[in-house]
C-alpha cells in the first residue's frame, strides 16, 4: 500500500489544471488524482481527450463524474423557474456549474480517502472562493492545495513550466479563457479585460450559419421545458437540441460586468442561446399565468437565490427554502410559447396556455369591462385614494 500523500485535483483539462499535473507531483511527490465533473459541456470525444491529456501530464488515476442529469435537477431547474439572469444580463452560465461541480469533487475526494483536494483558481476570480468554501463545509479536515493562486502565475509563465517538461499544447497559446457547459459558454481574456473593447467575432464559440428568420414553439409543463415544436424532449435532451439550433443564428452573445464576490468588479463574454431563449420565454409564459404578487415575490427571491449561486452559497439551507418557494409557483406554468430566430436576436411573438389570466370573458384591456360596471371603479378608486388624502390633509409640503 502506497504511503504517498493522495491529492485529488478539481481537473478541466485547460491551461491552469494542467500546469497542477505536473508540479503537484513534483513539489508533492504524491499520488495525483485528477477528476473532471462533467455538467454538459463535454462531448465523448472531448472527454476521451481530456482524459489522454491527465495522463500523459502524469496523473496516477482520472475519472469523469458525469453530473449532467442532477445539474439540472439540482441547479438549472430552479434557475429557469426564476428566470435567474444576473445584473438582468447573465444565466449564471459558469458561476452555477463551478459550485456544483465543487461538491461533487468534495465528495469523490472522501470516498477515496484523499489527504488533499487541488484545484487550479487564479487569486482575481470568483471560482476560488466557490470551491474553497464548498470543500470546507463537505470536506473540512482536507488540505486545500492552489498552486496558481498561491504563486501568482501568469498565463505564460504556466506555458513556460509546461514547456519546460515537456508539455506543449495546442490550447496553451491562445488568449482566451473558454469555460462551456450545459447552460452556456464564458469567454474571457484580452478585451473582457478592458472596460471599452467589444470581443472580436473570431472569439465566440460559435458564428453566424443561418439568415432567414426561422419559427419555433417551446412547451413548458409546471415550469420545465418539455417539447420543441411538438416533439417531447428530457430537459437536458431539449436545452441541447435548443442550443444547436439557434446557436447558428448566433444567439445568445453578451458581456456580463459586475461585482466579483472578492470585491472587484469583473466582465466576461458568454454565450448562452438555449439560456437565454428559454428563460425568456419562460417569463413570458408566466406574464399571463401568475397574478402579479406572485411575480412580485418570485422575482424578490430569484434575485437572491442567483445572488447566493453566483458567490458560492448553493449550501446555504435558504437555498432549499427558495427552491420550495420557486417550485410551488410553478404549478400553473404550462404551455406553449411562440417565437421566431433571427441573426444575433429572437422575437418572443404569443403564447397558448389553459391557465391564460389574460381571459377575455373579464375584460378586454382598453376596450371593454364585463364583470365590473363604472359606478364599481368610482367606489375602488375614492377608498383607494383614502390613505394618500389624509397624509396630504395632516401634511402640508410648498
Not at 91 to 101: A, D, H, N, T
Not at 165 to 186: C, I, Q, R, V
Not at 293 to 316: F, N, R, S, T, V
Not at 348 to 357: F, K, R, V
Request: charged fraction near 25%; glycine fraction near 8%.
Amino acid at each position: 500500500m502506497s504511503s504517498k500523500k493522495k491529492i485529488v485535483l478539481a481537473y478541466s483539462g485547460g491551461l491552469d489544471t494542467s500546469y497542477c499535473v505536473p508540479y503537484l507531483k513534483q513539489t508533492y511527490d504524491a499520488e495525483i488524482h485528477t477528476v473532471l465533473v462533467n455538467t454538459g459541456g463535454f462531448s465523448e470525444e472531448d472527454l476521451s481527450k481530456t482524459e489522454d491529456h491527465a495522463y500523459n501530464l502524469g496523473t496516477d488515476t482520472h475519472q469523469t463524474l458525469e453530473q449532467t442529469e442532477d445539474f439540472y435537477q439540482k441547479v438549472i431547474k430552479f434557475l429557469i423557474f426564476g428566470n435567474v439572469l444576473k445584473n438582468d444580463t447573465y444565466p449564471l452560465s459558469v458561476s452555477s456549474e463551478r459550485v456544483f461541480q465543487a461538491v461533487a469533487i468534495a465528495k469523490y475526494a472522501q470516498e477515496i480517502g484523499a489527504d488533499a483536494i487541488a484545484h487550479g483558481s487564479t487569486g482575481a476570480g470568483n471560482d476560488q472562493v466557490r470551491f474553497d468554501l464548498v470543500f470546507n463545509v463537505i470536506a473540512p479536515d482536507l488540505e486545500i492545495i492552489t498552486p496558481i493562486r498561491d504563486q501568482q502565475l501568469s498565463r505564460q509563465e504556466e506555458v513556460d513550466f509546461l514547456q519546460k517538461n515537456g508539455f506543449d499544447f495546442e490550447w496553451a497559446e491562445s488568449k482566451y479563457s473558454t469555460n462551456k457547459g450545459l447552460w452556456g459558454t464564458s469567454v474571457g481574456g484580452a478585451e473582457t479585460l478592458t472596460s471599452d473593447q467589444p470581443l472580436p467575432e473570431e472569439a465566440w464559440p460559435s458564428q453566424l450559419e443561418k439568415q432567414g428568420p426561422e419559427s419555433l414553439e417551446i412547451k413548458f409543463k409546471q415550469g420545465e421545458p418539455v417539447a420543441l415544436d411538438g416533439k417531447k424532449f428530457a430537459p437536458v435532451e431539449l436545452i441541447q437540441t435548443l442550443h444547436k439550433l439557434a446557436s447558428k443564428y448566433a444567439i445568445g452573445r453578451d458581456i456580463h460586468v459586475g461585482d466579483t464576490i472578492i470585491g472587484i468588479k469583473g466582465r466576461v463574454g458568454f454565450e448562452a442561446a438555449a439560456p437565454m431563449i428559454l428563460i425568456k420565454a419562460h417569463k413570458h409564459l408566466e406574464k399571463h399565468v401568475l397574478t402579479k404578487w406572485q411575480i412580485h415575490w418570485k422575482d424578490q427571491l430569484a434575485d437572491w437565490y442567483g445572488m447566493m449561486l453566483h458567490e458560492g452559497q448553493y449550501l446555504d439551507p435558504v437555498m432549499r427554502n427558495i427552491e420550495g418557494f420557486l417550485s410551488d409557483t410553478q404549478s400553473n406554468v404550462t404551455g406553449k410559447v411562440k417565437l421566431q430566430l433571427h441573426p444575433y436576436r429572437f422575437v418572443i411573438e404569443g403564447i397558448t396556455s389553459a391557465n391564460d389570466l389574460m381571459n377575455a370573458k373579464f375584460g378586454d384591456y382598453g376596450e371593454m369591462n364585463k364583470v365590473w360596471s363604472g359606478q364599481d371603479v368610482k367606489g375602488f378608486a375614492k377608498i383607494l385614494s383614502n390613505q394618500i388624502n389624509i397624509h396630504q390633509s395632516v401634511n402640508s409640503y410648498d
